[in-house]
């Protein structure tokens, strides 16, 4: 990265001002198919800024999010921005902008997986919500209709678990690598498994008239005696890859390099996760396959350490193990990009 470039993401960083005050970040090439507005992109203490991320064909309003640890104050937050601006939403009552994008615009739910920084914004904007489907695989709807929406720790908002049921959500279970259309949207998505820790998470393609988006919830890196899911991910998306229908990739470097081995808690570095990224490129039959490949980074861990901020170091390890090209951004909350 060259160095101003640093030091204006350094300053911005301190200032703690926003990527853009509506602008969306975009990109040399070919026309964006999606918009993506990053809700929430941190982990750990960073409540209000939790993983979710909008994503919506661009020119309809039909969106879905990817993950929900914060919702409501992500949107409001993006609205306060004008980062709402360009849905197409039909104002039609008193509600907000950012209340009509909740209500009308956000379709479904792709949830990845139970932790409660990727479920608790869903929590407490549900009393608010409309009625909507959330989709994941199995074992994740079941530990949220036993364990979340269950009348004791939430009001049981699905459609399955203890009764009485509010059944505002439907659950509804997909099966691995087999694709599926969103109730009442053009949007095709497909799950895949992610090891994480001791639970499963979950990798979701998004696609709309032939282009993709991918993205990956909390994962760690592939065990040589383990299932090797992320191997499994890069084989089934390379053809995708190599056609250029999918640049553009979200998945998380949580902690830095610098972080043991035995302090991931089923999480990324920047060196796994870009060793991960080589494997792809020799999946796809070369490093050049995935050359300007944009991957933007999530889930960085934010802690109540004094010193530097995690994600300009985190972007640092990224950029000095960057020899396949990769295009990384690192998420800021409220900011939109056009893919
Ligand atoms: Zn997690």
């Given amino acids: ?40 992109v941190r982990s750990g203490v960073a409540d209000g800024n939790l993983s979710s991320y909008l994503i ?41 902008r ?28 549900s009393p608010e919500d409309t ?41 509804h279970n997909m099966e691995p690598g087999q694709a599926q259309i969103v109730q009442g949207t053009g949007l095709t998505i497909t799950a895949w498994p992610l090891s994480h820790a001791s639970t499963t998470s ?6 709309h008239e032939g282009q993709a988006i991918l993205y990956l919830g909390d994962t760690q890196a592939d065990q040589a005696d383990g299932p090797r899911n992320l191997h499994k991910l890069w084989e089934a998306i390379a053809p995708l890859v190599q056609n250029n229908t999918l640049n553009t990739i979200i998945m998380g470097a949580t902690y830095p390099d610098s972080q043991p081995d035995d302090a991931l808690c089923g999480q990324l570095r920047p060196k796994d996760l870009l060793a991960s990224l080589r494997e792809l490129g020799h999946i796809c039959g070369g490093r050049h396959h995935i050359r300007g490949l944009r991957v933007i980074i999530t889930h960085v861990k934010e802690t109540f350490h004094d010193g530097e901020c995690p994600t ?4 640092r390890d990224l950029q000095e193990g960057n020899d396949i090209g990769i295009h990384f951004l690192m998420a800021e909350q409220s900011a939109r990009y056009l893919v």
Avoid at 160 to 171: D, L, Q, T
Avoid at 202 to 207: D, G, P, R, S, V
Wanted: glycine letters at 8%; aromatic letters at 6%; one cysteine or more.
């Fill in 1 to 40: 990265m060259p160095l101003h470039h640093l030091k204006t993401l350094r300053t911005r960083l301190q200032k703690n001002q926003p990527a853009s005050q509506g602008t969306p970040v975009t990109f040399a090439g070919a026309c964006p198919t999606f918009e993506v507005i990053a809700l929430g």
């Fill in 131 to 171: 009625a909507k489907p959330l989709y994941a695989l199995s074992q994740t709807n079941a530990i949220l209709a036993e364990h979340l929406f269950n009348n004791r720790v939430w009001g049981a908002m699905g459609d399955k678990g203890p009764e009485p049921r509010i059944g505002k959500y439907s659950y």
């Fill in 312 to 315: 300009q170091q985190i972007y």
């Fill in 56 to 96: 919506r064909p661009l020119g309809t309003n039909e969106a879905v999010l990817c993950d929900a640890g914060t919702l409501g104050n992500g949107l409001k937050r993006a609205e306060a921005k004008g980062v709402l601006n360009d849905i197409p939403i039909m104002p039609n009552s008193a509600l907000s």
């Fill in 98 to 125: 950012a209340g009509h994008v909740l209500k009308q615009t956000v379709r479904a739910y792709l949830i990845s997986h139970s932790h409660l920084d990727h479920v608790a914004g869903l929590v407490f904007t």
């Fill in 202 to 207: 979950t990798a979701f393609l998004i696609q």
